[in-house]
Every structure is written in structure tokens, then in C-alpha cells.
């Protein structure tokens, strides 16, 4: 019998990788439902190609704009925020894949959590917003979050009939992105193609800008913490620019486990859809012989601030995370529009870090009221 999935976020990076993977393993995996917010060019060509159960199209105006073409389809249409959740919460499918971008990820996140549905997670802005309230959730209902991230998911198959007791460290390896030599008295300079042109990555714009930022190391030690509950001097990051080594885990032994292969999302995707196997996959495979030289530095938190934003997080918990979150996603988008310098990312993500009303044990009221302020202080910066 084939594992059901629903991908929200189907065309977007991730999204599109995941449905290779399913045409790929087309007798293991089968689409039930898939989201996407305005590319309706694309949504109705996996539509057409995997005949899904439902969809739903976020954005309304999109919506408006090719219903007739959807119409004739034998598929329920579900549209704006509340058709995302409403899918979110559907309870049979296996697996949900979270593959949305930003903080509008997290609220699917956990009503999938809530409704006892398994996540794949991508959207690492689900643990960094609201990593209490979900992990509250899955011990109420069971479910569990395979992490789809390349770093997270190295660290996952790395612990794998491992004692979490017996766990010295574990190691976040990052690209350093495009900037790593940069000199830094540049950087102020930096235009947006400089920025999305990463060295060893296809993504989206938005992950695009938070590697260049290093945003997105930062990000992925909160997410870290919440996955793999250990203590928050049990995390490092270490400068890996081959982006071979994905991540490591340190024994208490002083061994050292590392998960390593190209640099292709489809991999982790696939791992976390198919879960405990290794399934048989086409992907190019890693040539060790002639993959060169792998070399690791020191992260420069003076070149890369953002960085240790997120282990100011970790100090304070409460609404940091969300509130860090929040400020990168609408910096990074202005910084995307040309409103602001590559240099304003991070002066306004640790503005908004130390200025927002903070809340030790917010609900996730608080967290939309928090969007709002953070929006606010952002656009007006």
C-alpha cells in the first residue's frame, strides 16, 4: 500500500524536488493534497500530472483568475488561509510535507501536529517561531516531525540507534555562502544577484538570501534544539564550503559521525517521506575520489552577525525566536524589493530582537499580535 502525502508548498524549491521524488517512487508514494500560493501555472501542471484528492490556492486573487480552468477539474478546491489550514488538519494522509516559506509555515505545522499527522518538516520557521507550543502538541497526540532540512536531517540518520546520553555534540555545517571571502568592507554594496547567486545551492529566493546572511545557521540552531532536545552548549556550527559533509554528531567517545552525499534537497526529502528506509534512488551520487578536497573553518560572526542571533534566542526562549523570525522574513523581502542595503538585515533582525515586547509563555495569539508589531517595525525601519 502506498504512503499518502499531502505537500503544502508544492512549487515552490522544495515542493517541486518532493514531487520528483514521488515520480520517482510513484509505487511507494501517492499525492492526496497539494498547496501552493499563486504559481498557478505550475500548481495546474501537477495537478494534471498527479491527480490529487484536493488543492488549495492561497492567494484568492489567483484563484479568481483561473477558476474556470480548475472548475472543470474533479478535485476539491479549497482557497485563502483558512482552505491551508483546513488541509493542514486532514487526517488521512501518513505524511504531511510543510514545504511553505517563512512564518507563514508554522500555524499548518502545528494543526497537522494537533490532528496527529506526521510532518516533514522544511519549514524550519515552525520550530524557530513556536517550538514550545508544537513539542507540547506532539507529546499530546504522538506525532513525529521528520526533518527535511539537509543539516537536520544529517544529524537525524546520524542518531539513529544512538543514547542521546551518550551525545557530546553535534555539528551544524554551513556553505558560508557567497560571501565567505567577500571583503567585508563591501558588503554594504552587495546587490541582490550577488546575493541569490549561491556557490553549491538551487533554492528558493528567500533561503537564498538567509544562506548569504548566514540567517539561516542561526535559524537552524533553534531548530536544532527543538528537535534533537539537548542542551544549547551542545550545538556548533563549523564552515564547510564544499557542502559535502551535511552535519556531524560528537560522541561522548570522541567519535565522530558525519552523513555526507552532493548537495541535493531530493535526498533528505526523500529520506523523510520514506522513513526508516533508504529507498533506491536515480540522484547523482557522491564521487569521493574526485569530489576534491573537504575543508572546514570557524564561522566569522563578525562577517556573519546573524548567526549568533540564534543563540541569543536560546538564551531568552519566549517570543525571541518568533520575533527574530519574523523581522528576517520581512527584511529579507525588502531587502529583495530594493528598499534596503544586504547590510540592514541583520542591524534590523537583532533591533527587532532586543526591542519587541517580549513574552515569556506566548499563545499563539500573542504570536499574531507579535507579526503585527514586528511588521510594523520593519516596514517603518
Excluded at 165 to 177: A, D, Y
Excluded at 184 to 190: H, P, R, T
Amino acid at each position: 500500500m502506498r504512503k499518502r502525502i499531502s505537500i503544502l508548498g508544492s512549487t515552490g524549491s522544495i515542493g517541486v524536488n518532493a514531487l520528483k521524488v514521488v515520480s520517482h517512487l510513484k509505487d511507494e508514494l501517492e499525492v492526496v493534497y497539494l498547496s501552493a500560493n499563486k504559481n498557478m501555472t505550475l500548481l495546474l501542471q501537477q495537478i494534471a500530472q498527479y491527480q490529487p484528492r484536493a488543492v488549495c490556492i492561497v492567494d484568492e486573487k489567483s484563484y479568481y483568475s483561473i477558476k474556470e480552468d480548475i472548475s472543470s477539474l474533479n478535485i476539491e478546491i479549497l482557497v485563502g488561509r483558512a482552505g491551508l489550514l483546513e488541509l493542514a488538519k486532514r487526517t488521512d494522509v501518513n505524511v504531511m510535507l510543510n514545504a511553505i516559506v517563512g512564518g507563514q509555515g508554522m500555524q499548518p505545522t502545528l494543526c497537522a501536529i494537533e490532528a496527529g499527522v506526521d510532518v516533514a518538516l522544511s519549514n524550519k520557521e515552525s520550530l524557530v517561531m513556536a517550538g514550545n507550543i508544537i513539542k507540547k502538541a506532539q507529546k499530546e497526540s504522538g506525532a513525529k516531525i521528520f526533518p527535511v532540512d539537509s543539516e537536520h536531517s544529517a544529524i537525524w540518520q546520524c542518531l539513529v540507534g544512538e543514547d542521546f546520553k551518550e551525545v557530546q555534540q553535534i555539528i551544524l555545517t554551513g556553505s558560508g555562502g557567497p560571501f565567505r571571502k567577500k571583503e567585508l568592507s563591501s558588503f554594504s554594496d552587495i546587490k541582490i544577484e550577488e546575493a541569490l547567486n549561491h556557490p553549491n545551492w538551487n533554492m528558493g529566493e528567500k533561503i537564498t538570501i538567509d544562506s548569504a546572511t548566514m540567517m539561516n545557521k542561526g535559524l537552524e540552531v533553534i531548530e536544532a534544539y527543538w528537535l534533537f532536545e539537548i542542551e544549547i552548549d551542545q550545538i556548533s556550527i563549523v564552515v564547510h564550503p564544499q557542502s559535502i559533509i551535511h552535519s556531524m554528531v560528537e560522541m561522548k567517545d570522541g567519535s565522530v559521525k558525519a552523513q555526507m552525499g552532493v548537495p541535493d534537497m531530493k535526498v533528505p526529502i526523500q529520506y523523510a517521506l520514506t522513513y526508516p528506509r533508504h529507498i533506491e534512488a536515480t540522484w547523482e551520487r557522491l564521487d569521493l575520489v574526485n569530489c576534491g578536497d573537504l575543508t572546514f573553518e570557524k564561522p566569522d560572526f563578525e562577517r556573519f552577525p546573524c548567526i549568533a542571533l540564534g543563540f541569543k534566542v536560546l538564551e531568552r526562549f519566549g517570543t525571541s525566536g518568533a520575533a527574530l523570525n519574523l523581522s528576517n522574513d520581512y527584511a529579507v523581502y525588502r531587502f529583495l524589493d530594493g528598499e534596503i542595503k544586504f547590510t540592514d538585515i541583520p542591524i534590523i533582525n537583532e533591533s527587532v530582537l532586543e526591542k519587541h515586547p517580549w513574552n515569556e509563555d506566548p499563545s499563539l495569539t500573542d504570536l499574531s499580535e507579535l507579526d503585527d508589531w514586528v511588521k510594523e517595525f520593519v516596514t517603518n525601519y
